[in-house]
Structure formats: C-alpha cells, structure tokens
Nanobody
Framework: QVQLVESGGGLVQAGGSLRLSCTASGRILKITVMGWYRQVAGKQRELVAAISSDGATNYADSMRGRFTISRDDAKNAVYLQMNSLKAEDTAVYYC??????????????WGQGTQVTVSL
C-alpha cells in the first residue's frame, strides 16, 4: 500500500509564503506524475501544479509565476513553494501521485490534505 503524507500548511498573511511537502511511502517503483490540487468547501477540486518524471511542469493560470513545484525522486517527494499568497489561495491542498508503479501494477493516490489559510 502506498501512502502520501503532506506537511507545511498553516496560516499566513497575504503576501507571505509557504512551502508544502508531500512524501510517498510504500513499495514504489516509479511515480509518473506528482501534483498538488486544492479544494474550497462547496467547490470542485482544482489542479494547482503538476510535475512529471521528466521534469515537465504544468501550472494553473492563477498560480503561474507565484507557485513553484519540484520533486525529489530519491525521496518520492514533491514540494510546492507558494509565494505572494492571496486570500483566494485559502483552501485544503491535496498531494496527488498519478500512475504510481508498484509490484501490483499502476494506481493513483491522494494525500489527506493540508489546510492553507491566507489572512488579509
């Protein structure tokens, strides 16, 4: 079984920064794409950023230029550096590991979520 554990959420003032971390554990052979999503109560979960195993990145338009995603394959970890935070960035942020290869095959996994609150 693969587990994703997130950390780094919290309360920050507008204009501030936070760094989210997510580490995957288990019998992992390869993780194709790692990413971050966020969800506000009553709304659909949305992509924040994703990074593939070859380093290609994808950002939501509203995050591009403020957020930076990176990964460390030796640690099966993905990070999200969030700068110039705005009140509208307040959400629960979820780590995602897409097409994770294990001895059992391929599957997607989600973390439990970490709250990010940006105050005015």
């Amino acid at each position: 079984q693969v587990q994703l554990v997130e950390s780094g959420g919290g309360l920050v003032q507008a204009g501030g920064s936070l760094r989210l971390s997510c580490t995957a554990s288990g019998r992992i052979l390869k993780i194709t794409v790692m990413g971050w999503y966020r969800q506000v109560a009553g709304k659909q979960r949305e992509l924040v950023a994703a990074i593939s195993s070859d380093g290609a990145t994808n950002y939501a338009d509203s995050m591009r230029g403020r957020f930076t995603i990176s990964r460390d394959d030796a640690k099966n970890a993905v990070y999200l550096q969030m700068n110039s935070l705005k009140a509208e960035d307040t959400a629960v942020y979820y780590c995602n590991a897409d097409r994770v290869m294990t001895p059992s095959g391929f599957r997607d996994y989600w973390g439990q979520g970490t709250q990010v609150t940006v105050s005015l």
